[in-house]
């Protein structure tokens, strides 16, 4: 029962990769890549079941991802409710600039969790400095769960909007967009995070100075100081008008600059793990490479050895990667030939059910 | 050469490579498993040479790790230099509770790099404004890099003496102290940073309650507030020693934090691994996932070739990373027969220089 409960999001990935078993069984007979036409076989792989056994996974993971999108937009809706009702209750505990109690309340809640904390409004009793103190820590935890996942899910949809839009459909199909998104994630991910970051100080800057009556260089200011959550509150939404439109703003323009430098990382990440197999498959093999990517202890290193050995050497997988799946491996290789056939599956489910 | 620009911190290890590379011994003879004309290939698997080649990469890993750590501190050497020097020259443009000029001016530059900005000393005129604009980005961006590679450094070198002080001498020695720490690394690293964290808390604590008179309740506000860069600024540092305690504390505080939220993430992000990879290897092996995971299309499914398709199908890996090596598997196999043996390695060096 426990362990039915860790594999809950898993479950549906179960049913359909269990669809596949069924539009295709047949092996079909190719040649063995002897001599020079390896390059063909690599190609074919990819054509016929790569193609489709690596589209299924991701679907299956935008699923989850679309399922855990909901549940982290109802943590923050729950957050922000309860944030805020604790915060109206203890408004006569909160000093500073006030305008309407709820609103207060919420835009009081928004700028503790995004860290931001101006001190236009600030506790000033025991309780409602410690319900701060939680608010800002929860807050924190979410901002930062929300970053790891959906604002990645989010932005990831949006990219494709943004390469259809630099690439003419004239050049790209629909396919060819969906696969330069693809094959440069980390650069197009990045793209649309700037522009979406561009688009968000500028309206920022334009309301504070229209709506609160600041300066352009304040009203830039006030923007720079928000979006990093540095808030010194020198400057901030005084307005009731204003502090509406911040509830809003702030949330999404904090995230979006952490989020920005988290595409920076992944980026800088990216470029330099390239280099490493770059590195790596430059640098001259020698026969005792050799020999430790001989998982087999054939004598003989097979392209898939050379994958395993190359991706352990620049860090990709580790040695435990490898042992787990050793080890379901060995499970699965019902008649101990060393190799999976399809002799494997053909043996009764009784023998299989020692796993 | 341009390409060697590339490379640039990778030299090291290129060199270290090469050197395996004369200890390469004599080859002894053996049949080339696809039978084909190259001169007949035989492999003598040296123990002692397989061993050095993966005992030689973590190595450089950290040798590499420790030239980045001392970057990252000059840097965060100069950015306060630099601040501190422009926030002295603006020191008039800069208003509330001062102290000592240079103090105050690296306190400023801290409260700002860290994004804490409590809004004690507040820039009043356009230049340090702009300059606050400039520090705030600049810092969030040069402690987001301290995160992602340094901290983890050291809380990595840290946690091996918390696991010796979990796990007694008489039960594990220095060997099994160090693999204890590897095989539960994400566990571990949470483990010291919490530690690490509840220190810093209540030293901050005691600090305010002893030095700057604020009552408890007071003094742990104020140490929340600052540790999630919260910093609403109706507590904070107004002294001259609770300000150099300050530039200290808050730096390693926030740092601390961040890092505790991000190997919560790990934890997490692990555990979640080990989940798929747990799903992956006990769903039913089709006729489909064989044929599929046959990289060499011999009909039968190797153990290395079953931890591409695993690791892949888990998300570990990606089509990409495949095709990378598989690009550089095909430079390497000069005979074309579709595996690397020696005889690869013998063929002279005028048929590899193509790659």
């Not at 939404?237 to 989020?259: K, N, P």
């Amino acid at each position: 029962m426990a362990s039915d409960d860790d594999k809950e999001p898993l479950l549906s990935v179960s049913v359909d990769a269990s669809h596949q078993f069924n539009e295709k069984n047949a092996l079909k007979r190719r040649r063995c890549p002897h001599g020079n036409d390896a390059p063909s076989s690599k190609i074919n792989f990819h054509d016929k079941n790569g193609l489709e056994s690596s589209l299924s996974h991701p679907d299956l993971i935008s699923a989850r991802e679309q399922l855990s999108l909901k549940r982290v937009f109802m943590y923050f809706a729950i957050y922000l409710s309860v944030g805020t009702s604790c915060f109206y209750l203890v408004r006569h505990q909160i000093e500073g600039k006030k305008t309407n109690g709820v609103l207060d309340a919420i835009y009081f809640c928004v700028v503790t969790m995004t860290t931001v904390g101006y001190g236009d409004l600030v506790p000033n009793n025991t309780l409602s400095k410690l319900l701060a103190c939680v608010f800002v820590f929860s807050g924190m935890g979410l901002v930062g769960f929300f970053l790891s996942k959906a604002a990645d899910y989010i932005v990831e949809k949006e990219e494709i909007l943004l390469v259809k839009a630099i690439f003419t459909r004239e050049k790209f199909g629909p396919t060819e967009v969906l696969k330069e998104a693809e094959s440069n994630k980390a650069k197009y991910k990045f793209l649309t995070i700037l522009t979406l970051l561009l688009v968000l100080v500028t309206v920022g800057t334009i309301f504070l100075y229209r709506f609160e009556g600041l300066d352009f260089i304040d009203a830039f200011y006030c923007v720079c100081a928000t979006i990093t959550t540095l808030g010194y509150g020198d400057e901030s939404f005084s307005t009731e008008g204003g502090r509406l439109f911040a509830v809003f703003w702030i949330l999404i323009s904090t995230i979006c600059l952490a989020q920005f430098f988290l595409y920076l990382a992944e980026l800088y990440t990216e470029n330099r793990q390239r280099l490493l197999i770059k590195w790596a498959l430059t640098r001259d093999l020698t026969a005792s490479d050799l020999e430790a990517a001989d998982l087999d202890n054939d004598k003989v290193v097979s392209v898939s050895e050379f994958i395993v050995y190359k991706l352990k050497e620049t860090g990709k997988i580790t040695e435990e990667d490898i042992s787990v799946v050793m080890e379901g491996f060995k499970n699965l290789d019902v008649d101990h030939s060393g190799t999976l056939t399809s002799s494997d599956l053909m043996l009764p489910e009784s023998t299989q059910a020692q796993n």
